[in-house]
Structures are given as C-alpha cells and as structure tokens.
C-alpha cells in the first residue's frame, strides 16, 4: 500500500482518452446539482459569539411581568468600520450628531458620557485612531418625552450594558429632541478600558438590549397597562407605514392569503377586529384584495411599499416646518415619469435619512422654483456637491453592467454556475485580476440576495440574474442619476475668472425672465466687460474657452504649490506619477483630484469612484486616450478624457 500509484480520474465513456472529454458529463453534473432544492440544514451564523451571549435574550417576561405589558422601545444598531478612513469616518459621524437643531432649544447636540454631562469630541476621537470598528445606537423609547431628562437613562442603560458585556465601554452619547420623539444617539468604542476589540453577540445587539431598555423604561415608568395597550394597537390602524399589526398580518399569510377566524373572548375579539379594520385600510391604499367577509389576498412587495412610506412620511415631516411656511410643497423625484425629461436646478440643502449610516437626502431647487427630494442613494456622500452647485436629476435605465453580461454569459454556457475557472476557460484572455473582480461582484449581488454562494466555491446564477442585477442598480440609487453640471455654485459662474457651465451650456435660448436667462445675461455683460467678448459676439468661442480653463487651472496649481511648498506637475502622455489621493478642488471646469507626494503634486480629473479613497496611494499614467489609473494593491483601473 506504502507504493500506491496516484492517479487522476476524468470523467467520460469509458476508454474515452481525449482531451476534456468529461466536460459535457460534468456540465449536466452542475446542472443537476443546480435544480437540487437547498439544503435546509441549520448552519453557524456567529448570532451568539461574542460577548453579551449568556444576557443575549431575556425570555418572554421578566419577573412576573410579561413583555406585552413592558414599556416599549425601538433599539437601531449599526457596527461602522472604518477602514482606511476610519478616523475621518467617525470625524463625520460625531460632527453630524451635534449639528444644529436637535436640542430642545433648537440649538446643537451636547456629548456626554458616564461623568460628564458635556465632553470634548475630540478626546475620543483621538483615542478611536486606530479603531477597526465602533458601534452606533439609536434609542427610542415610546414614551421618551414622559422620562423628562434623558441622560440618567441613557446612563443606567449603559451600566446595565457594561454588566452584561463583562467589559468597561468608552462610549459618548447625544440627546436629539428634533422629532416627535426624543432619542438618544450612543457610540461606543471598538475597543474596551484594556485595549481590547470588543466583539458582541449579534443576538445581544438584535434583542437583548432592547428588552434591557425595555426593562430599565417599565422601571421607572411603570407597567403599560391593558388600556394603553389597546390604545397603542389602535393607533396603528391607519398608519401608513409598518406597523405592529401588519408582523402579525405578515406572520399569519398563507400564499399570499389571510383568513380571520372566529373569535371567544374580549382579547381574542378585540384582536380580530383590529387586524380587520388594518386589513381594510390596506385595502384603501390599494395593498390588499377582499376576497370575503374574513379572508384578504395581499398584493406582491406590500411590506415594502409601507417602509417606503414611513420612510417619505418621515422625510415630509421634517421639511414641513420650513417649506409649507414658503408655501411651496416638496416633490419626490422618483415619482417622475420614466418619458420626462431631465431636471436641471441648484442644491439647496441636505437631510438626515439614516442617521446611523451618516445617508442624507438631497434637496434641490430647479430653475422654476420648484423643490424635488433626491434620495441618499443617488448622492455620494464621500465627496458630494456643495449647496449652490448645478446639477441634473433623471430617471435611471434598468440596464445591467457589463460585468453582469459578462458573468451571465459564462453561467448560460455552465448550466448556471459561474467561477474563477469557468471564466478563464470561456474568455482565456480575461485577466486575473478581472475575474477577482467578478467574483467581487457576485458577493455583492449576494448580499443582496441576487445568486448563491455554493460549497465548492462557485456561484449559481438564475436565468433572471441580468433583471434582478439591473433592477437592483436603479433602486440602489432611488431610481435616479444625479449629474454634477456645475461644482460652482451658480451665483459664483456670473464674475468667475474661468470657463463655467453658462459659458458651456447650449441653451441660448433660456427666457430673460428665469433665472438661467437672468444669470446669462449677468456673465454675457461681466465677460464683455473684461474684454473676453467682442462687439456683437455672445458667446465665447472654443478657444476663448480653452484658454479661460487653462488660466484657471493654472492659478488653482500655483495656490496649492504655495501652500504645500511643492512642485506643480502637468503630466503629458506617456508620463506617470505616484502619490496620496489628498483630495479635490472645485473649478469652473470641474471637479479635479489633487495627487501628490512630499515634493511634488498634480491635478487630474475627478472621478466619482475616488470619493471613498482619500489618504491611499494612487498610481497615474497619462495616454494619448486619456488618463489610467490604478489604486493601492488592487490595481483598479479607470480611463477619463
């Protein structure tokens, strides 16, 4: 046995020695094993490792009271990490906590932590340096405005929290009394007293603490009682967002279907009607179909649809106060039809949308007065315009990347399966580096629940993988493409000593009476003024423009060669540079990244996948096409004019 001869089988007709010859066997293989149904066995999620497991539920009562009689309160938790922008991340983060108009005077947001009811942010921020992660918490009790004076809560509640987790935490938190509910925003260090990572069970962060406020609230409030119970459940009956009732409604659906059975009892009674008058709201918003007296069939993405709402609700309230005092309401520009043209106007200001996540909603003015709402996911908030700045709003095309056709094409030939491997057969001139990619994306798509991951390490791929990859672009951004025309705010372009975008734009025929007219006519006198137009022209020329972008872009070099007391590169092509991404600066030509090293720097055009990369290194080359790029070690290439 110790002279074994290894061998390798293949797969095929017997006495079947040519090359690849089991390669149609191990195509129908795949394609069996693809129409298997999955397995359904129970797998490691990593809910209870960490600390805080043994405290990671505390039952269905506490004591001897049940929890349907506990105070409630909602608990949102989110673990940012921060990567290679960590320290600027959480910069970000505690800086929008404290922005004006969350107090209850309508001033900014104080921190405080165990000690001290007012705490410097930097002292933690310095300590959070080189923290890999910290923990952002929302509390919200229902009946926050009863408990008066929320520090001593919040307090208590992280005493509790630290006793649990068997860890002293570094955490600072802020009191926000901007909304119908008072809420109180934690942040909680990485890393514990001893410098330790600290590392909690998913089912603590999901359950426990919330069913810890819960108690810590009931405590000092008392125990709800059965009137206010029914009260609450009541008030959800014409709400148009999710609710309580509708988990249960969700919870009770058999394809698609509720029947209300027959009730004994008040409670039961009571409970039965409830869940009919929410059937016949939803019935009225058009989410539900009667089929009888007891039985309802829910329209496909109901749940969704209501989210959405609460979500739009939320947003109205908020910009109620100041826009319906102008008389002027707010649109939604995901409600504008698919056959409308764009929308071309000036950003007026940014909204809070998850305040966990640091997303704002966009809001933008176009040039007939009319306020649109741009949701957070067409706006990208590493590097987003500043208010003042021209943009354009369009509905986005449900239109796959090409890296989605690419991978569908692989798995249309593989029985629905894609990998590494398969890829390098099918296109043998794709790179390894590009395929890494690929396989990038499909983790992406996953987590979107688009594709599975299977054991052997290749990835199954639907005959719809092309529509669910395109569909989940365009609702990634809200269904909407925001364009940067102008990064000057439009006010500036009228006296601006460069090339802006009255100067660029071709719609000369703008009314004197709007506000593009109006402005136009300002730059068209200020230019003639300075001798850039001639007697009778009225518009620059494209040298004239050339030269106005030159000058400018010059001045722009030789400022930041004097403040950074380094040399101005302008690459011509065949040259290259490596340096740190620093940052960007706003001209009348556009956006520009300012790459430099410590002797030397240069501009080259801003790319919107860069807003995420400031501080890493940047490798440049200039070709006769344009501008190739490539970042840190994972050699992502880009090409601009």
Do not use: C
């Amino acid at each position: 046995m110790s002279e074994e001869t290894p061998f390798t089988p293949r797969l095929g007709r017997i006495g079947d020695q040519g090359k690849g010859s089991g390669r149609p066997a191990a195509r129908k293989l795949r394609r069996a094993i693809a129409k298997l149904p999955r397995a359904t066995r129970a797998s490691f999620t990593g809910a209870r490792s960490g600390a805080g497991r043994a405290a990671g539920t505390r039952g269905l009562q506490t004591g001897r009271l049940s929890r349907l009689h506990m105070r409630r309160v909602v608990v949102k938790v989110h673990i940012a990490r921060g990567g290679r922008s960590g320290p600027g991340l959480y910069r970000a983060h505690l800086g929008y906590l404290q922005r004006d108009g969350v107090d209850r005077d309508g001033e900014g947001g104080v921190l405080y932590d165990r000690e001290s009811d007012s705490v410097d942010a930097r002292g933690i921020l310095e300590r959070s340096e080189q923290d890999r992660h910290q923990f952002r918490i929302i509390v919200s009790p229902e009946d926050g405005a009863r408990l008066g004076d929320l520090k001593s809560a919040t307090r208590e509640l992280m005493a509790q929290m630290e006793r649990d987790l068997g860890r002293r935490l570094d955490w600072v938190a802020v009191d926000h009394h901007n909304t119908g509910h008072p809420h109180t925003h934690i942040v909680i260090r990485g890393r514990d007293a001893r410098m330790r990572d600290v590392v909690i069970a998913r089912d603590y962060l999901m359950n426990g603490l919330r069913e810890t406020a819960e108690d810590l609230v009931t405590q000092r409030l008392g125990p709800r009682r059965a009137l206010e119970i029914a009260q609450a459940r009541e008030s959800e009956v014409s709400q148009d967002r999710w609710t309580g009732i509708d988990r249960e409604i969700d919870a009770a659906l058999s394809g698609g279907r509720i029947e209300l059975d027959d009730a004994s009892g008040s409670g039961a009674r009571f409970d039965r009607a409830v869940k009919l008058q929410r059937l016949r709201h939803l019935e009225s918003l058009g989410l539900a179909t009667r089929l009888d007296e007891r039985a309802f069939e829910m329209k496909t993405g109901w749940q969704d649809r209501l989210k959405r709402e609460a979500r739009r609700g939320d947003i109205i309230r908020t910009l109620a106060a100041e826009y319906t005092r102008q008389g002027r309401a707010v649109s939604f520009i995901e409600e504008l039809k698919p056959e409308a043209g764009p929308v071309q106007g000036l950003v007026k200001a940014y909204g809070p949308e998850d305040e966990l996540r640091d997303t704002r909603f966009l809001l933008v003015e176009d040039f007939g007065g009319r306020v649109w709402h741009v949701p957070a996911g067409a706006v990208d908030m590493a590097a987003p315009p500043v208010e003042g700045a021209m943009v354009e709003l369009r509905r986005a095309s449900t239109v796959a990347r090409a890296s989605d056709r690419a991978i569908a094409a692989v798995a249309e030939a593989a029985g629905g399966i894609w990998s590494e491997a398969l890829h390098a057969r099918h296109d043998p001139g794709s790179k390894p580096d590009y395929r890494l990619s690929l396989k990038r994306r499909l983790e992406a798509l996953r987590r979107a629940g688009i594709g599975a991951r299977l054991a052997s390490g290749e990835w199954q791929v639907g005959e719809d993988f092309l529509e669910r990859a395109a569909s989940h672009e365009a609702q990634r951004a809200g269904g909407v493409r925001l364009a940067v025309l102008s990064w000057v705010p439009a006010e500036e372009q009228v006296h601006f000593r460069g090339e802006t975008w009255l100067d660029r734009s071709t719609d000369a025929e703008a009314p004197a009476e709007t506000q593009i007219g109006r402005l136009r006519a300002q730059r068209q006198a200020w230019l003639r003024e300075q001798g850039y137009l001639g007697e009778g022209q009225d518009r620059l020329s494209d040298d004239q423009r050339a030269r106005l972008r030159v000058m400018e872009l010059t001045r722009a070099s030789a400022a930041i060669a004097a403040r950074s007391n380094r040399e101005a590169l302008t690459l011509q092509p065949g040259d290259g540079f490596e340096g740190k991404l620093e940052g960007h600066v706003d001209l009348g030509a556009g956006r520009m990244a300012i790459v430099g090293n410590a002797r030397e720097f240069t501009l080259v055009p801003w790319r919107e996948a860069l807003g995420r990369q400031i501080g890493r290194e940047l490798s440049i080359q200039r070709t006769a096409r344009g501008l190739s790029w490539s970042l840190g070690m994972e050699r992502t290439r880009g090409l601009s004019r």
